[in-house]
């Protein structure tokens, strides 16, 4: 079974920091573009920052400079590294993963979504 497990959420005090993990496991022939998502308490979720397999980032506005996204191939291994964090960030982080596995006849290309972690920021 494919899964994508995060870890790393808490309790943080506003400037700290957290870094937070997705590692994905199971039939995985490849894995192309990754993401962490967001979903505070009455809102939508969204993007936060997303990373191509060659290593091509982007991130939402509200966390560039203090979020940092990388991933290691070699272990399916997907990280979110956040500083200076304000309460705002407050949320449920999910990771995503669109990923090539294998099926019981042929390879199976679909989007995958953690179970999430949650992460709270005191002022």
């Known amino acids: 079974q494919v899964q994508l497990v995060e870890s790393g959420g808490g309790l943080a005090q506003a400037g700290g920091s957290l870094r937070l993990s997705c590692a994905a496991s199971?039939?995985?022939?490849?894995?192309?573009?990754m993401g962490w998502y967001r979903q505070a308490p009455g809102k939508q979720r969204e993007l936060v920052a997303g990373?191509?397999?060659?290593?091509?980032?982007n991130y939402a506005d509200s966390v560039k400079g203090r979020f940092t996204i990388s991933r290691d191939n070699a272990k399916n291994t997907m990280y979110l590294q956040m500083n200076s964090l304000k309460p705002e960030d407050t949320a449920v982080y999910y990771c995503?993963?669109?990923?090539?596995?294998?099926?019981?006849?042929?390879?199976?290309?679909?989007?995958?979504w953690g179970q999430g972690t949650q992460v709270t920021v005191s002022s």
């Open positions: 995503n993963a669109d990923m090539v596995t294998y099926g019981s006849v042929l390879r199976n290309r679909a989007e995958y």
């Open positions: 199971g039939r995985i022939v490849s894995i192309n573009a």
């Open positions: 990373i191509t397999s060659g290593g091509s980032t």
